[in-house]
Each structure stands twice: as structure tokens, then as C-alpha cells.
């Protein structure tokens, strides 16, 4: 049988061939639901919540310049489906990433790393499909690791967990036994640690069996909590965390793959370099505010938030519908809840994103001068102590 154009180039002895491809299609289909869930944070026409960019010019762009970037996109990631070998589609993705990352820094979210860096390593390394995916499978060790070992402080535990299981648990309900309140106590104080832990039992083949129900335990937690019969909140991380585990699933828990041996040893150099964003780097974000994102910290309450307050006589007769209801009844909206329900999309934590974004609904506002941002700084792990700022919101 004629092989495909590029085909040649990844076969190799190993079972990375037949992986290959399979990465490729579920990444790009990934990216092309996240992408259709999110569309609007790519075009200005509607937009309320303003841009934070990187260069200043490119969120003066025209939307047929926007529109052009972003059916470049959906093109690249359908060529991919059809066609995975192909190295010009995986780098023209990356391109349009980097460009809606310079034109508006919010839309560097965790989930687009890791689809860019599956991408360009795969692109990179195509005759060395081995070393790529060993190290995309060290990216999913790290990412797992950090999700987990950045929830443990008392933030996640006191506020953020008793939101995200009360569609299927809550904690002050006197009607439930203690035979069941003990055990779900003590799970979710494992949580974090179950967590962190999936990441390290990954590394190593007699283990990886056991990491992967835990995984899929984790996935099933969170579909029902967040998904449609639960709070139906940021439907944009949906696609990715069933991505993270069928990558994990392929990779590293198929009978082929459970047998690799331990994955640090002997690492290529992008090996090395997946080691060192993925394990190491995200060590960052314990004491940087501008690497929450990239140290994988989504929902563990350690990380800056803000609120936007509104005066009493605001009544928001600029503001469309359903955001006009939500403001006027709490008088109070956090830039989070405001992209979700504007665009379906997340937002990055760091002080200059929430100033400069937030300035985009000044001009809906009938008095804008008394309105405040309030900035919250996490935490420490020990305590519930958040460190407050409050700034005008349309300086």
C-alpha cells in the first residue's frame, strides 16, 4: 500500500507511528471545539470586555484581518484531521496562537500550550516520532502533577472544592449519614494529593495501570461537576480534560505503552526541554503572579482574582442581555464570570489583564467613574487571607 507524503518519515520501529497520527486527529479535534465554544474572544464586533495585548496596534485590527487568522486556523486543524503527517498546517497553528496571544495575552490559556507544544514537537521531531511523543508524555506527567500540588491551601479546600461538588455533594446538608459524610471528607482532603500523585505514578511502568482509573476517576468527577448536568460553567475546559486523559490513556496506559520504561531516564534533549517547562517551570507560579496559568493552576483558589463593583445607581442601560441581569442584581461581576458569560472562554490571572480588559466596559457604563476593580492576592497555603486593592475601574 502507497504510503502518504511525510508517512515515511514517522514510522520507525517503535509503536510511535501508529500513535502519531491518533495524537495529531484528537489534538486538532480538541482545538477545534475549544476554538468553536470560544469563537467570539477572536473578533471585536460585540465585544464588550476589552483586550489586554502584548503589542498595542494589533487589537486595532479590522475583524477581516481577525477573521482571516482565524479561518487559517480551522483550515490547518481540518488539513490535520484529514491529513496528520503534515508539518505546514501544525506550524501554521502555532503562528495564529502566537498572534492571538500578542493581540490579547487573556487568550494564553494552559490548554492552547499544551496543544501548540503537541504540535510543534510532533512538527519538529517528525523523524524522531519516539523522542516527541516521550515528550508529550512528560508534559502530561508535569501538568497532572502541578493541577495537583497547587490545590493544596486552604482556599481550595474552604471555598473552591464545596462549589465544584455541590451538584453531587454538599457539605451542609445535615441529612446526609455520617457512614457517607466521613469518607467524602476524607477524599476530598486527598483530592490534591490523588491528584499530583497521577502525575508521578505515570513516570514509572508498574504503576501507570493504577494512575490511569485514578485519572479517569478524576474525569468523570469533573464532567459532572462542571458539564451540562452540573454547574455547566466554562464549557471551553470541557474538551481539554477529556483530551488530557485520552492522551494519557494512548500514550501511557495501552497495553504497548504501560510497559515504556521510566520515562526521565535517557531523555532526548526535547525531552529535557518538556522536562523543564512542565516539571520545573510551574514551580514558578508559588511565587509569581504572572505564571498561574502556565503552572497549571486552574481552580485552586491560589491564584489573583478580581471583582468589578458597580454603584447602586448603575443601572446598565447600555449592557445587552443576560449580563444586564446578572449586574443588576449583584451589583458585582469578577472579570472571570464576565468573559464565561460573554464569550464561553477563561481568563488569565495577572494585574494587567484584569486593568486593561476591564477598562473595555467603561463605555457601556452610565457612571463609569464610580466604578472599582478590586484586586484579590492569593492567599497563603495556611490561610484564607487574601490581600486586597482596590482601583477606579475607568481611570
Not at 471585536?44 to 486556523?73: E, K, S
Not at 523523524?127 to 497547587?150: D, E, Q, T
Not at 534533549?269 to 512542565?278: A, D, E, M, Y
Amino acid at each position: 500500500m502507497a504510503k502518504m507524503p511525510g508517512q515515511a518519515a514517522l514510522q520507525d520501529s517503535s509503536p510511535a507511528a501508529d500513535d502519531c497520527p491518533f495524537v495529531i486527529r484528537l489534538t486538532s479535534l480538541a482545538m477545534l471545539i475549544s476554538l468553536a465554544i470560544g469563537y467570539r474572544c477572536y473578533f471585536t464586533d460585540g465585544r464588550i470586555y476589552g483586550f489586554a495585548p502584548v503589542l498595542g496596534f494589533l487589537d486595532t485590527l479590522p475583524d477581516t484581518v481577525n477573521g482571516t487568522v482565524f479561518v487559517l486556523c480551522i483550515l490547518s486543524l481540518l488539513w490535520l484531521t484529514a491529513f496528520p503527517y503534515k508539518r505546514l498546517p501544525m506550524f501554521a497553528v502555532v503562528f495564529c496562537q502566537v498572534f492571538w496571544v500578542l493581540q490579547d495575552i487573556p487568550r494564553f490559556q494552559p490548554f492552547y500550550y499544551m496543544y501548540c507544544f503537541t504540535f510543534l514537537v510532533l512538527a519538529l521531531y517528525q523523524r524522531s516520532p519516539k523522542a516527541a511523543l516521550n515528550a508529550i508524555r512528560i508534559m502530561i506527567c508535569g501538568v497532572y502533577f502541578w493541577a495537583g500540588f497547587h490545590k493544596i491551601n486552604m482556599t481550595f479546600y474552604e471555598s473552591v472544592f464545596p462549589w465544584f461538588l455541590k451538584p453531587i455533594y454538599s457539605f451542609n446538608d445535615p441529612s446526609v449519614p455520617l457512614v457517607i459524610q466521613i469518607p467524602v471528607e476524607l477524599a476530598v482532603l486527598a483530592t490534591p494529593f490523588v491528584e499530583a500523585a497521577i502525575g508521578i505514578l505515570l513516570l514509572f511502568s508498574s504503576t501507570r495501570k493504577y494512575a490511569c482509573i485514578m485519572a479517569f476517576m478524576m474525569l468523570t468527577v469533573v464532567l459532572m461537576c462542571l458539564g451540562p448536568l452540573g454547574h455547566n460553567w466554562a464549557p471551553i475546559v470541557w474538551p481539554w480534560n477529556v483530551w488530557l486523559f485520552w492522551m494519557e490513556y494512548r500514550l501511557l496506559c495501552t497495553p504497548t505503552n504501560r510497559n515504556l520504561p521510566f520515562l526521565l531516564s535517557g531523555m532526548p534533549r526535547i525531552g529535557v526541554v518538556s522536562f523543564l517547562l512542565f516539571f520545573i517551570a510551574p514551580a514558578a507560579a508559588m511565587w509569581t503572579l504572572w505564571y498561574d496559568f502556565p503552572g497549571f493552576k486552574l481552580y485552586s483558589g491560589n491564584t489573583l482574582t478580581a471583582e468589578m463593583h458597580f454603584p447602586p445607581e448603575e443601572m446598565f442601560q447600555k449592557v445587552p442581555e443576560p449580563m444586564k441581569a446578572t449586574l443588576k442584581k449583584d451589583r458585582f461581576i469578577t472579570p472571570l464570570g464576565w468573559v464565561i458569560l460573554e464569550k464561553k472562554s477563561y481568563h488569565l490571572p495577572a494585574i494587567y489583564t484584569y486593568k486593561a480588559a476591564a477598562r473595555g466596559v467603561c463605555p457601556y457604563l452610565d457612571y463609569p467613574s464610580k466604578a472599582t476593580l478590586k484586586l484579590l492576592y492569593p492567599a497563603p497555603f495556611y490561610t484564607l487571607k487574601h490581600g486586597t486593592e482596590t482601583l477606579p475601574l475607568c481611570p
